[in-house]
């Protein structure tokens, strides 16, 4: 769940302990958020409303944006280095692709 679900899951592990449930000496509860998810619009996803992203694909989705990102940086890095009539290495394709995927 994203990291908003947390305080929720904290008084869920302390009911559970409360009850005999676990024993947080032999067993460990953690919630493992995962941030927040945006829709097109930039508004925050809300499941309760019907908005729902699969992890998977939203896992997914995240090396071609950062691609897209970086290509769009790399593009604007050349331009101003051409308008100070300065050189620019840019990032090769398999570098782009590479942290793409290490970003993503």
Request: hydrophobic share 35%; aromatic share 8%; proline share 4%.
């Amino acid at each position: 769940t994203d990291v908003g679900q947390e305080p929720h899951f904290m008084m869920l592990f302390a009911a559970a302990k409360d009850v005999g449930y676990f024993s947080p000496q032999k067993q460990r509860c953690d919630h493992v958020g995962f941030g927040l998810v945006f829709g097109p619009d930039g508004k925050k996803l809300k499941t309760r409303e019907g908005d729902t992203i699969r992890l998977a694909d939203l896992l997914d989705e995240a090396p071609k944006r950062s691609y897209e990102e970086s290509v769009r940086r790399e593009e604007e890095k050349a331009a101003l280095a051409a308008q100070r009539g300065e050189t620019y290495e840019r990032l090769t394709e398999q570098e782009l692709r590479q942290n793409a995927n290490v970003i993503g």
